[in-house]
């Protein structure tokens, strides 16, 4: 059984700085790409960032320049941090997982969320001004 697990939301003013965990459990880690995703209250969800499983790393537009986004393979937990966070960034914050190449190659960022097959529960954001 695939389980995601977020951490590390919270409120921060404008400015401010997060770094999101998201802990994975029940599956061969290193087999499976990893992103993150966000969802604004009256918005559909979009790609973040997302890493293959051969190290590759894709970011939004959006994202560049102020979020990284890594492994730490021993722990299996995936992390996003972020920097100069803006009002707009406000969102629930889901990690996703999946293990076919299709979905992978594609990323959060160039594909389609729903493609992924694995999801947390999600972690909120709020950026404030």
């Known amino acids: 059984q695939v389980q995601l697990v977020e951490s590390g939301g919270g409120s921060v003013q404008a400015g401010g700085s997060l770094t999101l965990s998201c802990a994975a459990f029940g599956y061969t880690y290193t087999s499976y790409c990893m992103g993150w995703f966000r969802q604004a209250p009256g918005k559909e969800r979009e790609g973040v960032a997302s890493i293959d499983t051969d190290g590759s790393i894709r970011y939004a537009d959006s994202m560049k320049g102020r979020s990284t986004i890594s492994k730490d393979h021993a722990k299996d937990t995936l992390y996003l941090q972020m920097n100069s966070l803006k009002p707009e960034d406000t969102a629930m914050y889901y990690c996703?997982?999946?293990?076919?190449?299709?979905?992978?190659?594609?990323?959060?960022?160039?594909?389609?969320?729903?493609?992924?097959?694995?999801w947390g529960q999600g972690t909120q954001v709020t950026v404030s001004s």
């Open positions: 996703a997982a999946d293990y076919r190449p299709r979905v992978c190659a594609a990323g959060a960022v160039g594909g389609t969320w729903y493609e992924y097959s694995y």
